[in-house]
């Protein structure tokens, strides 16, 4: 389980996050949805400590991870997959989801690249391509693929539908479901697209200016009219 307790997180002197805290079960699919530069993607560079300076506890299964680094916190069973994706052009689409290796939960073998490739349909006849000549949908699965191979326990991802086509988007949301319920991995997704994250998650936070205005799951956002007017709409 993931706990976030009263974290603030800097850039320099610039305060971001202001006094966040949330949960993710074992297993369960959580979303943290807000506008751009409401803090979502410090958030989860804050959760790995890969970025801000952060303040305040987060819990993985209990254990404060302090100033654990980012790789030790990968191999305790947390995957980000960032906003950019860090697809690595050079190589080919199994070659990079065989990268998951580097990145495997303690104790455990990664999954065969050729099996995960198969949870994912439009990714089977690209096998053999590289990475710098996928589209950016193409390359957002790979990117689940391999963060999906390691193993992890909780698999985050950030904005994953940045810039896709609806048919993708609609596509990526099946296999997120499928792999995370097959793997037993819980999510933890940022989004601004209600549609998606509403697919791939049971409980949301609304995230504004660095902090969390609502928390609860979709029905009780869907009836609250104003929280939705106020943070997300457009
Ligand atoms: N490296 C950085 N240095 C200084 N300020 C930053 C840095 N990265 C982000 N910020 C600022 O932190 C705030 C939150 O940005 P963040 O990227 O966390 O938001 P976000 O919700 O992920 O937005 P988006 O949806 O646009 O990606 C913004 O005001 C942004 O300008």
Not at 107 to 121: A, N, Y
Request: proline fraction near 4%; charge should be negative.
């Amino acid at each position: 389980m993931l706990t976030v307790e009263n974290l603030t997180a800097f850039y320099g002197e610039s305060q971001i996050l202001h006094d966040v805290s949330l949960a993710v079960d074992n297993g369960g699919r959580v979303a943290i949805v807000g506008r751009n530069g409401a803090g979502k993607s410090t958030l989860f560079k804050s959760i790995m400590n890969a970025g801000p300076r952060a303040v305040g506890k987060i819990l993985w299964n209990g254990v404060d991870l302090g100033s654990t680094p980012s790789y030790k916190r990968v191999r305790a069973g947390l995957a980000l997959v960032p906003e950019d994706r860090r697809i690595f052009g050079h190589v080919t689409v199994l070659e990079n989801i065989a990268m998951s290796q580097y990145g495997v939960l303690a104790g455990e073998t990664p999954l065969d690249p050729e099996s995960v490739i198969q949870r994912f349909p439009m990714l089977v006849p690209l096998k053999d391509r590289l990475g710098g000549q996928l589209s950016g949908g193409q390359q957002q699965m790979v990117a689940v693929a391999r963060a999906i191979a390691a193993r992890p326990r909780l698999m985050m991802l950030d904005e994953p539908t940045e810039g896709l086509a609806p048919i993708i988007i609609e596509q990526l949301a099946k296999d997120v479901v499928t792999v995370c319920n097959e793997n037993e991995a819980g999510l933890l997704l940022s989004e601004q697209n209600l549609w998606f994250a509403k697919q791939c998650t049971d409980r949301v936070y609304v995230i504004d200016t660095g902090r969390i205005v609502f928390e609860g799951d979709w029905a009780t956002l869907d009836e609250n009219a104003d929280i939705k007017q106020r943070y997300l709409a457009v």
